[in-house]
């Protein structure tokens, strides 16, 4: 809300710094943002890593003792919550941040500074999240909270108090996000671009935010009803009172599942941009991997129960959930097809952002596989709750996920940064971390299928899980490993530094034809868009009948002579160098061309931080919700003054 | 709107792929994303409806006439929202601006309903700790209610917004002074047990509330009246697209409370105590 | 399941079992025993389940093959090979991709068939395999209770069923949700408060068979686990015999004597020993309810908490919910100080006798090693089956007689001496007389119905509140032949 008639007084100038760190923090540009969200969710890989290495230690051995059951649990939950929320979540979002303005030719995102308040929302509750550590109260009850044993009666630690109120806090933070991102796409699309031009990893991106703002929703729910038990005593999830533990996993998994898309959907993304950069060819059936997208997405509210098949529902529920489980393996199993079809009869480069993705083909595949296994609830009441679940889900989430988002660092390194990551180093990486990935989730199939239950801190030594698990603890640190080399090759790079050049994989969507990094405008020019892969058809024009030829009624007529003058507008157009740039030759300035970027701002970081104190003070001291009050109405009213440009 | 209103008063036509304002879309994905909110908790109340293992169930608590009152208000205020929108957009800025204050005063009445309903459910034993009917009930229509505060916030804030001279502000803080005065005093009197307005004004404890309540109606007036006077012509159709959001906003938590009336209330109010009553079978217990 | 079915499902197992394990053969070289194996069903329900999943194992390495492969053929035949080299800019391939959408549909449908025949199946009891053996599981944190309603046996950790017979199990908990996992019977289903779940079981041929709770429970987790011995009908219906047989009354001051005398004083009120008695299947359930209702109303707090029932322990081959073997140096460490074997378990965090400096047991090492013969020596007695205890008259008149077997049978004697000593609760010569004159105006018929009834009604100086059962199954005529029974004490 903005007016011009009502100015409040600020307490701080507003911020205008270019370099330096207020240049960070009062920043609403996305792609500062992106690397926001990039740096701080790394930081919390390695945190989880080196949670995930701690639980691998006391399970190398069995009866091992280094760590103490009760810290296990605080591990396991930790490990993965903070791999869900603040590490492929963000990791997610700092490529949506860097790359949807790029990939659609707009200047910034729809609300940059709702951006930048979902950014802060995200780092003060991914710090609430992880203060439970310093005070020894981290959350022990699981990822997924299972009531009542996350109740107060059974968890009276307020361990599970900052679970359910940072959860809340990275929620807002996360709808806020999806919401910007959905109008980003519908509405700011540089004109021609269709959605059906739209480039895949945009789509997944328009996807998986329309899963979070409808899914974070019901999580939000259930977590307000297990903060209300744990902090005011109602009876939402106590047995004793006839609160249904039921409930809860049904309000969990409705969202759980869901959430499983949002953190695959964007890696899709990611391996559908790579593939036919590095093939040389379009993505093999475009509008079928977009469908298959939605249909996954659409499909994924009507499966979450398979998550439940062990807790009783009854035959005709596991009947109905295994069936819709099977069935959402089919769009899945169109992507993987496609991406082949992609390679199939490419000119391939092994370049390390490729290797990646076809790792992640490869790995997801056999998560997908398994997944398939689990689908069948007879064969999952053996395997619920077992470490075949947990090689699952990380073939499907450190397999897919994982390695999807380290290409697509690697891809799009050089145009965030404007220099490469050292092509050697990056293949040691991969190569590291896929064989390392298999040596530690491989095994896990076997001893889940030998018995070997997943949340046990400890297990005997007669039971043959043993040579496994220790297979499985010197896997996780080769992924350490390869991990360090990738910090390596970050640092080394660094030190060189050498240019990348605008376009240097001979990329195919707008990003790549803008200098690297990009200008804080982004655009110069705001594109014209004409074509799927516009930028790719504009470097390669003589290719577009062969593939409009391909394309029915969507495309031009065939035969029909490409006139480059049509597609770009003359100004651009004759400030064109030979790569073809739209941004080349403009004014770099905010005035060059008319250009207006919003001002920068600390409201959206005031309101975060009021929002988070204004939580954390519910289970300490209530001054704190007090002080988290006051800076919310602060921000809010500052925020809704305070003009876009001053 | 339409074409003609937004060339006369400079509203470019948006400049977007859709040609859908961003922060309107952005209104209509975050209902939908309340939904999902909202739905989880109906849910919830469904899925407990006719489980609590003790009293007070919803057929000794459930007042329907009051609520169906307290409903209408709500309803009402929607209405007021269409007229204060069609004020702001035909420069009628008075006109308009009376419709918003009445919305938020309409609103604000709900409030004061559930303001009283808590209480009385509170007197005759019904908290949100003691069984699944109030733990579902108050956190369901709580949030509802926290939904509906924001709303009147809002609406007060847009208020603001449209009256930006001196006069204006005073006549604004007057009427809106005087307006919570009344209710506060009626508010007091009904909690000292009394039942109807009028018994209320001529029994009313105190002399405080009495002052608190001739002052509300003094100033609710006072305030009415200069700003019937202030900025009756003025420009306020640019305006119009930031009301529309709240606007939006305010009919779907009106929306809401149908669905909410309806589940919670009407189709609630014969519950009692749960037919073959189970409470919570202790294992082995045959 | 005709046994042919089962061997060839056996046999892909051991296929299936190869190829996982090539890898690792020789990290797992050592002596495993795979007791939770799947791959080793010993019944239907385990069976099917490694049917239907060894069927779509081979279907996913089918798959498998032709994805990695051809992935593997695509990167190698497609390989760069000059610079500047255009392929051909293909979009796509309507066919081929309805193609693809179609065939792995009816790979799904292959397994989705045989799925839901599967789950429809498991969930049927078959009638053709003899009465069911009903059974109730019940998870506590961090231990399972089996109560046999039909049989009127309470045992802990050890589940005995007979071979061949269907076992109908009725899962519960009692406090948050835990899961009942055999994996050579059956494969789990949780065990959820407020939610009754029903499956069965069978095993075909005998053995002991390893369980574990399967799902997160806190912080003993890992340490709660069970066994189920499957035996021949005989030998079950010897077990079922056994577990109605009293323990011989230990010597006077022998180590049994003594460490009979330190469980009643510290350990009796969270278990029972004494499950044999007439009423001990009632009992037991109303104590166990009371020890848990006293835990939930003190949030945790209270020093009474469900214990496993110990009766005829001796019988069993863990301790401490499965997790070693019972053995007096085991039973040893296990009292001295739980935590060592099982951290966090409820015993030491919340009964009186741990709560010293140290957490270790408040209790000398003769007092140690007194209980332990005590627990070791708890087996079937001498003297067969407990004695029934006749009907009441018909007249209603009380009969000294019955209240005589009553006592014996409700195991009061193991708390209330027949001279002056208090073994726990007041010797009872004279007690007759002595209730007449506590309360004014009650009489000593009143008084002693009324402690019966509810043992916290009036209770001595220097005695404590809580350790009596409840005895909820007594009638009105029980009471009246037990206070006739106590009249001739003097």
């Known amino acids: 809300m903005t007016t011009g008639t009502i100015t409040i007084p600020r307490i701080v100038p507003r911020p205008t710094s270019e370099t330096g760190i207020w240049s960070w923090i009062g920043t609403v540009d996305h792609k500062r943002i992106g690397t926001l969200y990039f740096f701080t969710s790394i930081f919390w890989f390695l945190t989880a890593g080196v949670e995930a290495l701690l639980m691998r230690l006391q399970l190398s051995r069995p009866e091992a003792e280094m760590v103490s059951p009760e810290v296990f649990n605080q591990l396991f939950t930790m490990h993965g919550t903070v791999m869900v929320f603040l590490v492929v979540m963000p990791l997610s979002a700092a490529f949506f941040n860097w790359l949807i303005p790029l990939q659609i030719g707009a200047r910034d995102v729809a609300f940059p500074r709702l951006n930048a308040f979902s950014y802060w929302l995200f780092l003060f509750g991914s710090v609430l999240l992880n203060v439970s550590w310093l005070v020894g109260d ?44 959905i109008i980003t796409i519908i509405n700011l699309r540089a004109p021609g671009m269709t959605m059906f031009k739209m480039p895949v990893f945009t789509w997944m991106t328009l996807i998986t935010s329309v899963l979070i703002v409808l899914a974070l929703p019901v999580l939000a729910v259930a977590g307000i009803q297990l903060q209300t038990d744990r902090l005011f005593g109602t009876t939402f999830y106590d047995p004793v009172a006839g609160g249904d533990p039921v409930l809860w996993q049904h309000m969990f998994w ?32 475009y509008p079928f991997v977009i469908f298959a997208g939605i249909v996954i997405a659409f499909m994924g509210w009507f499966v979450w129960s398979h998550h439940m098949f062990t807790v009783g529902l009854g035959p005709a529920a596991n009947s109905a959930f295994a069936v819709s489980t099977m069935a959402i393996a089919i769009p899945t199993g169109v992507k993987v097809f496609n991406w082949m079809g992609t390679a199939w009869g490419g000119s391939i480069r092994l370049t390390t952002p490729m290797l990646f993705a076809l790792g992640f083909i490869a790995m997801f595949t056999v998560g997908g596989l398994s997944g398939v296994m689990h689908s069948s609830a007879p064969s999952d009441a053996q395997q619920q709750d077992t470490y075949f679940v947990v090689a699952h889900f990380h073939y499907v989430l450190f397999g897919g996920a994982i390695l999807g988002i380290f290409g697509g660092i690697y891809m799009w390194w050089p145009k965030i940064f404007g220099w490469k990551l050292s ?86 969507t707008l990003e790549w034809s803008i200098p690297s990094p990009p200008p804080h405008y982004n655009f110069a020019k705001i594109p014209q868009v004409e074509h799927l892969d516009d930028f790719w058809f504009k470097k390669h024009p003589e290719l577009i009948a062969e593939f409009e030829g391909h394309h029915g009624p969507r495309g031009a007529p065939e035969g029909a002579q490409f006139d480059d003058d049509d597609y770009y507008e003359d100004e651009v157009h004759a400030e064109d160098d030979e790569t073809g740039s739209y941004a080349h030759g403009a004014d770099d300035s905010h005035g060059g061309h008319g250009i207006h970027l919003p001002d920068m701002s600390y409201y959206p970081l005031v309101l975060a931080a009021g929002i988070t104190l204004a939580m954390a003070g519910l289970f300490t001291e209530y001054w704190v919700v007090g002080i988290g009050g006051g800076l919310i109405a602060w921000g809010m009213l500052g925020w809704s003054f305070e003009p876009v440009n001053d | 709107m339409t074409e003609a209103v937004q060339a006369e008063h400079h509203e470019p036509v948006e400049d977007t792929s859709t040609g859908l304002n961003n922060r309107k879309l952005l209104m209509w994905a975050f209902l939908a994303s309340d939904v999902m909110f909202f739905g989880a908790f109906i849910a919830t109340y469904l899925v407990y409806r006719n489980k609590s293992l003790e009293g007070p169930y919803p057929n000794q608590v459930l007042d329907i006439p009051v609520t169906s009152v307290s409903t209408f208000v709500l309803l009402m205020s929607s209405l007021a929202m269409v007229l204060a929108l069609d004020g702001i957009r035909r420069n009628k800025k008075a006109v308009g601006r009376f419709w918003i204050l009445t919305t938020a005063a ?68 007057l009427a809106i002074a005087g307006f919570y005065a009344v209710m506060l005093s009626t508010l007091a009197g009904i909690f000292t047990g009394e039942e109807s307005t009028l018994a209320i004004i001529s029994t009313l404890v105190g002399y405080p509330a009495m002052l608190l309540l001739i002052f509300g109606i003094l100033g609710m007036f006072g305030g009415a009246w200069i700003l019937a006077q202030a900025g009756r012509g003025d420009e306020s159709s640019h305006h119009a697209l930031d009301l529309e959001i709240a606007g939006l906003y305010w009919h779907f938590v009106d929306i809401v409370w149908i669905v909410i009336f309806t589940v919670v209330y009407l189709i609630s109010a014969t519950d009692g105590t749960p037919p073959g009553s189970a409470p919570f079978v202790l294992p082995g217990a045959h | 399941m005709p046994p042919l079915r089962s061997v060839t499902g056996r046999t892909r197992a051991t296929l299936l079992l190869c190829l996982l394990a090539a890898g690792l053969a020789v990290l797992a070289a050592c002596t495993p025993s795979h007791d939770q194996s799947t791959f080793d069903p010993a019944g239907p329900i385990a069976a099917r389940q490694a049917d239907l999943f060894i069927f779509i194992f081979w279907l996913a390495v089918a798959v498998f093959i032709l994805v990695e492969g051809g992935l593997i053929y695509a990167v190698i035949k497609y390989r760069k090979r000059r610079d500047g080299e255009m392929p051909k800019q293909v979009h796509g391939n309507t066919r081929l991709e309805i193609t693809w959408t179609i065939i792995p549909a009816f790979i799904l449908l292959a397994i989705a068939i045989p799925t839901v025949k599967a789950i429809y199946e498991n969930d049927a009891v078959p009638q053709d395999r003899g009465e069911p053996l009903e059974v109730i599981a019940i998870g506590h944190q961090w231990w399972f209770e089996f109560r046999y309603p039909g049989l009127e046996i309470v045992t802990a950790n050890q589940l005995h069923i007979p071979t061949g017979r269907p076992v109908v199990v009725t899962l519960q908990s009692e406090d948050v949700i835990h899961s009942f996992w055999i994996p050579k019977l059956a494969g789990k289903l949780d065990m959820v408060p407020l939610n009754d779940n029903h499956f069965w079981f069978l095993a075909d041929r005998p053995g002991m068979f390893y369980g574990q709770c399967a799902e997160f429970c806190g912080i003993a987790h890992a340490h709660m686990r069970f066994r189920v011995v499957a035996a021949p009908e005989e030998e079950f219906r010897e077990w079922v015999t056994d577990m109605r047989t009293p323990v011989d009354a230990p010597e006077p001051d022998s180590p049994e004597a003594k460490g009979r005398t330190t469980f009643l004083a510290n350990c009796s009120m969270c278990h029972t020993v004494d499950s044999y008695l007439a009423n001990g299947y009632p009992t037991e359930i109303a104590a166990q309810d009371r020890r848990w209702n006293t835990w939930v109303e003190s949030e945790g707090d209270s020093p009474i908490v469900s214990g496993p029932n110990l009766t005829h322990l001796s019988l069993r081959s863990t301790l401490a919910a499965g997790v070693q073997d019972l053995s007096e140096e085991n039973l040893r460490t296990w009292l001295r100080n739980p935590g060592s074997i099982k951290p966090g378990t409820r015993m030491q965090v919340n009964a009186q006798v741990y709560a010293t400096e140290d957490n270790r047991i408040g209790l000398t090492d003769e007092e140690v090693d007194n209980l332990i013969v005590y627990l070791m020596s708890l087996e079937p007695g001498e003297g067969g ?27 009061c004697s193991g708390c209330h001496s027949l001279g002056e000593d208090t073994i726990i609760g007041p010797g009872f010569k004279g007690v007759v007389s002595r209730a007449g004159t506590r309360v004014t105006g009650v009489s000593a018929e009143d008084y002693l119905s009324e402690s019966i009834r509810s043992p916290s009604a009036f209770v001595v100086e220097g005695f404590s509140d809580g350790l009596m059962p409840i005895l909820s199954t007594l009638s009105d005529a029980d009471v009246a032949d037990l206070i006739e029974y106590l009249k001739t004490i003097e």
């Not at chain 2, 505060?149 to 006069?167: H, N, R």
Request: proline share 8%; net charge negative; hydrophobic share 45%.
């Open chain 1, 254 to 285: 409705l969202f759980g599942h869901p959430e499983v898309y949002i953190l695959i959907l964007p890696a899709m993304g990611i391996v559908s941009e790579i593939l036919p950069v590095f093939s040389r060819k379009p993505l093999f059936g």
């Open chain 3, 385 to 411: 089956p407990t004695v029934s205890v006749p009907p009441p008259d018909a007249g209603g008149e009380p009969n000294a007689a019955r209240g005589e077997a009553l006592f014996a049978a409700n195991g």
């Open chain 1, 423 to 508: 092509e050697g180093w990056g293949k040691l990486n991969f190569w590291l971390m896929l064989i390392g990935f298999n040596l530690t989730f491989f095994p896990m199939h076997w001893i889940g299928m030998d018995g070997m239950p997943r949340r046990i801190y400890t297990y005997p030594a007669d039971q043959g899980w043993n040579g496994a698990n220790m297979a499985a603890t010197i896997g996780g640190f080769v992924i350490a490993v390869s991990v360090l080399v990738w910090v390596i090759n970050v640092y080394l790079s660094w030190r060189r530094r050498d240019p990348a050049g605008d376009d240097p994989w001979d990329g195919r």
């Open chain 1, 138 to 181: 981290a959350p022990n009850g699981g990822w997924f909270g299972y009531a009542p044993n996350s109740e107060n009666l059974y968890n009276p630690s307020n361990g599970m108090t900052f679970w359910v109120l940072s959860l809340g806090v990275l929620g807002i933070a996360s709808i806020a996000a999806g919401l910007n991102f």
């Open chain 2, 106 to 173: 309409l609103g604000s009445v709900f409030l004061g309903f559930q303001v009283y309903e808590f209480y009385e459910f509170a007197q005759m034993g019904l908290t949100p700790q003691k069984n699944l009917f109030g733990t579902t009930f108050f956190i369901l229509t709580g949030l509802h209610g926290t939904h509906v505060t924001l709303g009147v916030m809002w609406l007060i804030f847009m208020a603001l917004v449209v009256s930006p001279t001196p006069k204006e502000r005073w006549g604004l803080v």
